[in-house]
RNA sequence: GGGGCGGUAGCUCAAUUGGUUAGAGUACCGGACUGUCGAUCCGGUGGUUGCGGGUUCGAGUCCCGUCCGCCUCGCCA
């Protein structure tokens, strides 16, 4: 076999001279009859050859060039040299070509259903995970796995460095049947029982402390059974972590140095000192608890100076129930966001598709107003709902700090819907008015990069279908610690009370993106069982199902915390990509499905016997 | 579970109001060509219009169902 001394992206003019050997793969040929060009790739690049007969080249061997094909995969022995026809300034090789010597063609291909090219448009996304290895040939996705490899190397080595200990967890783990829905795995062993697979190795770590590791890392896969988005698969990685002796402040300190380190040696980005936002005030100024604070619009209730107006809308919604009493005792509310500039570009078009952008989130529509010059020349409201707030307007404009050219735009509901309504309004704006920056303006890679914290979160959310309390988190996260006697002595019927209780819990966003999550945990008896109490389960219920984690708590437990990096995400951004698909490998389709191996298939009807199990499942009867 | 978009040659797309033999580029096959580099030029093969029904004299086009892919709401402690 003709073995390479070289890549294809290796030669360059101190070669001329040497005789080298390539392998590689066709990516695309030049057939000038009794001259052939053939551009060769590998991971490492291109590199031109050339089959001259001037050269000395043999007879058999110009005919075998002759049917070299894109895709076919060779190996060729051959002299390197300054390229005659002039350099191509396109390639990295560009200055020099191999003149080739001998030619050894280890697999012909058949007719590939498409070619690994990013300068053509892409065939479709079924088509490309079909045939997975060909989509993964091309440079761009072959450089997001270098990228990856990259990240989880210097991931490693920071937390290495920083005397984290690397563990592994189980896959096969003990169902625990709160939040995600999970996969199961029906077990052999003991009939009629199963295993899950892991949402996260969340209890498995904090165990981990109880076990004196002190520092835990993991890069490592988890599993939810939940319909996959452009930034989710139903299976995902995670760079996972806990610490031992330690408050929120401490992790926080080492994640900020983390991500520091991670950006610097990605992409040669000095991360500046991470901002902190309160999820109250993201929730108020940008309706969502992962800002996207590349731009500046925000977002104000409005409800005191609604309550003034005549519009029915607004008197409808102040009139809703309070869904949400820690932020608003007594009603619903009437958001509201200024758009600088918004009276031109916001044309009615535009802000009549808000109506129905909302309604997708469950508001009833969008109220619109220009803060423009009118006929007479005067500023004025204009257009919309401009009546009933003409009178109010002094007061408006001092609200919003309104500036000539300005839209303003309202949502009123309840608090959740409108909150949640002009926050993902807040984004569509602001794609509207141009104001995202595209992905490599600044900072490399996706950037500019505006990373944020979140914390004091609410430790509790009433379920919006069952009226119960669930943990915003997970059971496990503590309340702050200034918090910890106030939650322990709450009494647990005192809504507003329990609403009030804030978490230890820290999120970090970028770009408007949730890139790492945690908590403080809890390691303090009575503060567990607290939470239990209020999330409904007894005693029993409590310990049937994380008796392994409360013994373990009783048994001598650390102070400890952690939090986790959703690692595919780190790489979207890093590739300034928006779909997750691309940085994995081998990713899923929006039903799970592995396109090019054929996964979920059905199983045997000896194989269900062997574990015990039946499938209620039958085909659909033929009409 | 709901909403939206899409599925026509190997691939990317086109096809007027429902109307002749479903076209183009590219790939592939054959031919020409000694400096190209997304080579060029000439010729050719290639179609169950996702699948199943229905309406119609006639369906790629209209209707119903279904499958697949993408976006999205719900969901994602």
Redesign the pocket.
Known sequence: MLRRTHTCGELREFHVGQTVTLNGWVN?Y??????I?I?LRDRFGLT?L?F???NGILADMMAQADKL??EDVIGVEGRVRV??????P?LETGKV?LVVTKLEIFNKTD?P??LPDD???L?????RLTHRYIDLRRPKMQQILQTRSRALMTTREFFHSNGFLEVETPVLYKSTP????EFLVPCRNVPGTFYALP??P?LFKQILMVSGADRYMQICRCF?D??P??D?QPEFTQIDLEMSFVRREHVMEMMESFVRSFWKSMCGYDVPTIQRMTYRDAMETYGIDRPDTRYDLRTTDLSDLAARTDFKVFKDALAKGADRPRFNSKRGVVKAMRVPGGADKLTRKITDGYSDFVK??GAGGVAVTKYIKNDKGELALDTGVAKFLEPLKADLVAALGLEPGDTVLFVADAYSVAT?AIGELRQQVARDMGLIPKPGAEGGGGGPWNFLWVIDFPMFERN?DTGKW??????FTAPRDDQRDQFVNADVDDEVAIESIVSAGYDIVLNGSEIAGGSVRIHDKAVQSKVFQLLGLTPEQAKEKFSFLLEALSFGAPPHAGIAFGFDRLIMHLCGTD?I?DVIAFPK???G?D?MTKAPSQATDAQLKDLHIKSTWEPPAKA
């Open positions: 695309s030049r057939d000038h009859g009794n001259l060009f551009d031109q050339v001259d007969p001037d094909r894109n390229r005659i026809g002039g350099e191509n396109k070509e007719n259903p498409f300068l053509t448009k065939p479709n996304e079924e088509l709160e939040g995600a829905r949402q996260s969340q939810r939940e319909d988005r452009a989710r997708t989130f949640k919006k669930v943990a915003m988190h997970h059971p779909n698909r389709t929006q039903i499905a396109l």
